[in-house]
C-alpha cells in the first residue's frame, strides 16, 4: 500500500523555522521526483519545491527561494522541507508529492504563520 506522511507542521511566529518530512513507503521511492506543495485557504495548489529522484537537481517557487531547503534522504525513503524566515503567506496545507510512473499524494500537514 503506497503511503506518503507528511509531519512537522505546526505554529510558528513570522522569521521563525520549521522543517517538513515526508515519509514513502510501498513504492521505490528513489525512483520518484519528490516535490511539495501547498494550498492556502481560497487559492490553488501550488509548487513549493521539487527535486530528482537522485537529488541532483532542485527546483523552487520564487516566493520561497532562499529561505526554503528541499532535500531526499534515498536510504531513509522520506524527504524534507526546511523552511527559514517564514511569513505569513506560507501559511497553507503542505503536501507531498511523488511523481514518475505514478502520481501520489500525501494527506498534508498545516503550517501556520502567526504572531
Known amino acids: 500500500q503506497v503511503q506518503l506522511v507528511e509531519s512537522g507542521g505546526g505554529l510558528v511566529q513570522p522569521g521563525g523555522s520549521l522543517r517538513l518530512s515526508c515519509a514513502a513507503s510501498?513504492?521505490?521511492?528513489?525512483?520518484?521526483?519528490m516535490s511539495w506543495y501547498r494550498q492556502a485557504p481560497g487559492k490553488e495548489r501550488e509548487l513549493v519545491a521539487r527535486?530528482?529522484?537522485?537529488?541532483?537537481?532542485?527546483n523552487y517557487a520564487d516566493s520561497v527561494k532562499g529561505r526554503f531547503t528541499i532535500s531526499r534522504d534515498n536510504a531513509k525513503n522520506t524527504m524534507y522541507l526546511q523552511m527559514n524566515d517564514l511569513k505569513p503567506e506560507d501559511t497553507a496545507l503542505y503536501y507531498c508529492?511523488?511523481?514518475?510512473?505514478?502520481?501520489?499524494w500525501g494527506q498534508g500537514t498545516q503550517v501556520t504563520v502567526s504572531s
Open positions: 508529492n511523488a511523481r514518475w510512473n505514478y502520481d501520489y
Open positions: 510501498g513504492f521505490t521511492f528513489s525512483r520518484y521526483a
Open positions: 527535486i530528482t529522484s537522485v537529488g541532483g537537481s532542485t
